[in-house]
């Protein structure tokens, strides 16, 4: 069986040369022009970066490697007697574009269980912190604190060669996708449970997910773990130019090290206009529950949402930067909703159902969004708590766990390819004025 080193140093070359060529006979071409209006518009639909794993079109959605996610789902591997894509695989496939072998996805799955466990500093680190502490804040701190021990910056400063680059930045990216794992069960741990001096040790015939859920408590409901595997397969990865991805993308590129380049994503993540979005999905839809019941009327919901309007605030989970459709991440969290029975009937799921078949109408006649569709964070959280994980706040670090394995995938392209420091031009209102004049 080849490993992922031994298939991404097969590969690295002839993806090295694409990018040769591309710049030799491409280089001087245009993709468009940029706009005033782009410029102060937070950088909305300009081409500025180079990001292999996934492109987002904004009709159809996502796709990995050119596969859309039902055909991830088609063609990923999945744990022994289950259904839902093991992130393990989807980690493989972002890294290398090629769906792994099912031995290859089961040593892939031992290698990063065997990584899973975190340096005692660490450790200590994360008990130190006050319980009250956001999650995501305490997420940050543990995944910087892992720069600890990085390959890649040790190698760094021992003068390794650029072309060695990526190899490192490998072994670093595949200790903090599985040690993230780690980090958000103990953080769990000790922010709602009493602590995690008796947190289950990793069981290594297991993987990142069924590991995760025991570790948090729930790892004998089945759904649960297929939910978690599915839930970490899904935020991987959504092209380069969203916050989380371009901050690795960002931080990276001043050869910062894996845990350092993640770390400061998940500071983007928790922002309530991205990752953090979920959890105000789910105060959002227990707050319409608590208001009009289980089984509110459309029109009911309707006038909810115009009442949340009409306040000055957004809806959370829907609306997104680049999509203009529902979101197919959203469809996939809803299909497993609707075909387990038991989160079927669960009458904040269906909240979220109700709530799905009214918002773009009222998001259009409201004039203000350009896309009136659900995006990914207006699902999962439903799923999350239904199956007992309902302390809201927590529910950006699953996101984090999932959005370390796209990132990080790109990152450990980025040093393969070589590229740049990233520097765009900023420009003031005077030095615009003077441009357009
Ligand atoms: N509810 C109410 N108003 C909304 C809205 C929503 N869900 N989505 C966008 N709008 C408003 C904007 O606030 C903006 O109003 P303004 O002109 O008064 O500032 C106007 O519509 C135009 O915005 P846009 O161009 O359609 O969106 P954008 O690209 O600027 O922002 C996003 C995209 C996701 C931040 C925005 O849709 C939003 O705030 N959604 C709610 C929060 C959310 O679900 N975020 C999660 C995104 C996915 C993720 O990263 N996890």
Redesign the pocket.
């Known amino acids: 069986v080849s490993t992922i080193r031994e298939t991404l140093k097969e590969i690295i070359p002839e993806r090295q040369a694409l990018l040769k060529q591309i710049k030799s006979e491409h280089g001087a071409k245009t993709l468009g022009n940029v706009t005033v209006e782009q410029v102060v518009?937070?950088g909305?639909g300009i081409k500025f970066m180079l990001w292999d794993p996934s492109v987002l079109d904004a009709e159809e959605g996502i796709r990995f490697w050119g596969r859309s996610i039902p055909e991830c789902q088609r063609d990923l591997p999945t744990a022994p007697g289950g259904q839902e894509i093991l992130p393990e695989a989807m980690f493989w496939y972002l890294l290398t574009g090629k769906v792994p072998t099912a031995e290859q996805t089961k040593q892939f799955q031992e290698e990063l269980v065997s990584r899973s466990e975190l340096p005692a500093h660490v450790e200590k680190v994360l008990d130190s912190l006050p319980k009250t502490l956001h999650p995501m804040t305490q997420f940050v701190i543990g995944v910087a604190a892992l720069n600890h021990d990085s390959q890649f910056a040790a190698r760094y400063k021992a003068g390794m060669k650029k072309a060695e680059y990526w190899e490192p930045a490998l072994e670093d990216s595949l200790d903090c996708v599985a040690k993230s794992f780690t980090i958000a069960a103990r953080i769990y741990l000790h922010s709602y449970k009493d602590g995690a001096a008796n947190m289950a040790p990793v069981d290594k015939t297991k993987d990142l997910s069924a590991n995760f859920a025991t570790q948090i408590g729930f790892g004998d409901s089945e759904g649960f773990v297929e939910l978690i595997r599915l839930y970490n397969s899904l935020h991987t990865d959504?092209e380069g130019g969203?916050?989380?991805a371009h901050t690795t993308h960002l931080v990276g590129s001043a050869l910062s090290d894996p845990f350092l380049s993640y770390s400061a994503a998940l500071g983007g993540?928790a922002g309530?206009?991205?990752?953090?979005?979920?959890q105000?999905?789910l105060r959002f839809i227990l707050g319409m529950q608590k208001e009009l019941g289980d089984s509110p009327s459309d029109e009911q919901i309707v006038q909810y949402i115009w009442k949340?309007?009409n306040s000055g605030?957004?809806?959370?989970?829907?609306?997104?930067?680049?999509l203009r459709k529902p979101?197919p991440r959203f469809a996939a969290l809803r299909e497993f909703g609707n075909k387990h029975p038991e989160t079927a009937n669960d009458p904040v799921f269906r909240m979220v159902d109700s709530l799905f078949k009214v918002a773009p109408g009222v998001?259009t006649e409201?004039g203000?969004?350009?896309?009136?569709f659900p995006?990914?964070?207006?699902a999962s959280g439903s799923l999350l708590y239904h199956y007992g994980l309902t302390q809201f706040p927590y529910y950006t670090v699953t996101?984090g766990t999932s959005r370390a394995i796209g990132a990080l995938s790109q990152y450990v392209w980025d040093r393969a390819l070589g590229l740049p420091i990233e520097r765009p031009k900023s420009l003031s209102m005077e030095a615009i004025l003077k441009l357009v004049k």
């Open positions: 518009g937070g909305r959504h969203n916050v989380s993540l309530p206009l991205h990752g953090l979005a979920n105000e999905v949340t309007l605030q957004v809806i959370p989970g829907y609306g997104h930067a680049v979101d998001l409201h203000k969004t350009k896309n009136p995006n990914v964070d207006a996101f």
